[in-house]
């Protein structure tokens, strides 16, 4: 994955529970652009020597997970009783829980991650790195305006890709009061649900600076690795071009709302 963002010249976020070492991404991808997908454990040390490896690593930024105080109920995981296999291992804990023999959640001890993070860790991480901070899973104004408040430089309306909490709202029917209340001050990001380029151009006309892929990448790797990949983001660069050119866009500083009909609830 990290091979094809560098190719097509796109951010590729690296997860925390990753089954590469972040050292490994980079050795794959030197000059490709990376930030880091960051939680924050019971054990802060944990996050800390974490953040001192990326930073070591050339990593432009953290994006720090809000949404999972705890694990949702993910009932297809359950219903297939789902365990990371045997010959996969989260690398960048690769060492840390040793000789653990208790139950597990994805490749990690129970119970590990902090359910008592709160707004005044956003200081917390400042204090301990100079990196910028992106907040992922902000769905509401609310939010939106402490994430301003507290200093952040961008978030990511983001519902964890529906797995989370069952019924909650879909990140492109969160993103326009987010937009509005932000005004401009940090950068807004969406991810969830973009299947088509014309999904990308619809959350860029509401006014997320860029967008996320999750799912897509996924099968693009499980089809045919790097080179599925990197057909995945062509087919979403090459629809996203037809859609704004169908839309009347000649470049990106043309994309607006007047594209767009927002539904009223």
């Given at each position: ?55 070591s690593l050339g990593f432009k930024a953290l994006v720090l997970t809000v949404d999972v ?166 087919i979403l660069l090459d629809e996203f071009r037809l859609s704004m050119a169908l839309s ?8 607006n709302r007047n594209l767009i009909q927002l539904s009223k609830l």
């Open positions: 994955v990290s091979q094809a963002a560098e190719a097509l010249n796109v951010c590729y976020v690296a997860s925390t529970y990753a089954t590469c070492s972040v050292e490994e991404i980079v050795s794959t991808a030197p000059e490709g652009l990376r930030w880091f997908q960051l939680y924050v454990y019971r054990d802060r040390k944990l996050s800390e020597h974490l953040i001192r490896r990326v930073e105080p705890y694990t949702g109920k993910r009932r297809s995981d359950i219903r297939n009783n789902f365990r990371l296999p045997p010959h996969l291992k989260v690398k960048n804990f690769e060492g840390v829980f040793e000789g653990h023999k208790g139950p597990d959640n994805y490749g990690v001890p129970l119970h590990t991650l902090d359910p008592s993070v709160s707004w005044k860790d956003i200081c917390w991480l400042r204090s301990i790195t100079s990196l910028p901070i992106v907040i992922k899973g902000i769905l509401t104004k609310e939010d939106a305006e402490l994430a301003v408040v507290y200093g952040v430089q961008g978030i990511i309306v983001s519902n964890h890709g529906g797995r989370q909490l069952d019924g909650e709202l879909a990140t492109i029917d969160a993103l326009s009061e987010i937009v509005d209340v932000v005004q401009g001050r940090i950068e807004v990001y969406l991810d969830g649900g973009i299947r088509t380029g014309s999904d990308v151009l619809k959350a860029l006309a509401i006014g997320a600076k860029c967008v996320f892929i999750g799912r897509p990448i996924v099968w693009g790797l499980s089809y045919k690795g790097e080179e599925g990949v990197k057909g995945v983001l062509q009347g866009c000649r470049d990106i500083s043309e994309i």
